[in-house]
Nanobody, 122 residues
Framework: QVQLVESGGGLVQAGGSLRLSCAAS????????MDWYPQAPGKQRELVAS???????GYDDSVKGRFIISRDNAKNTVYLQMNSLKPEDTAVYYC????????????????WGQGTEVTVSS
């Protein structure tokens, strides 16, 4: 019923920038908090950036000052602007959202995208 589709990943040199997008589609009633979780090879997914419906944001210390999360509620899309990228930022970046569907408006469920790969070369 609901899909999250990420885009914007790729290969970039250290110090460069990338902008990731995550578009939510389907039978959406309400899009609540949205987040980005990178998963590096051999490691668990870790939350690095969150944005509430009203726009308040939170960041992990590892990306604070370098990454900016934003959202366009009219487009049901969340973005992650990644600047000053480091090789340790290399990971598959997953979008996560708390979404209520048209058929179950009173309950927020968790949804994940398929991930977009980011590789930062030194």
């Amino acid at each position: 019923q609901v899909q999250l589709v990420e885009s914007g990943g790729g290969l970039v040199q250290a110090g460069g920038s990338l902008r990731l997008s995550c578009a939510a589609s389907g039978s959406i009633f309400d899009l609540n908090a949205m987040d980005w979780y990178p998963q590096a090879p051999g490691k668990q997914r870790e939350l690095v950036a969150s944005i509430a419906r009203a726009g308040s944001t939170g960041y992990d210390d590892s990306v604070k000052g370098r990454f900016i999360i934003s959202r366009d509620n009219a487009k049901n899309t969340v973005y992650l602007q990644m600047n000053s990228l480091k090789p340790e930022d290399t990971a598959v970046y997953y979008c996560h959202g708390l979404i209520a569907t048209m058929s179950d408006r009173g309950r927020f469920s968790t949804y994940w995208g398929q991930g977009t790969e980011v590789t930062v070369s030194s």
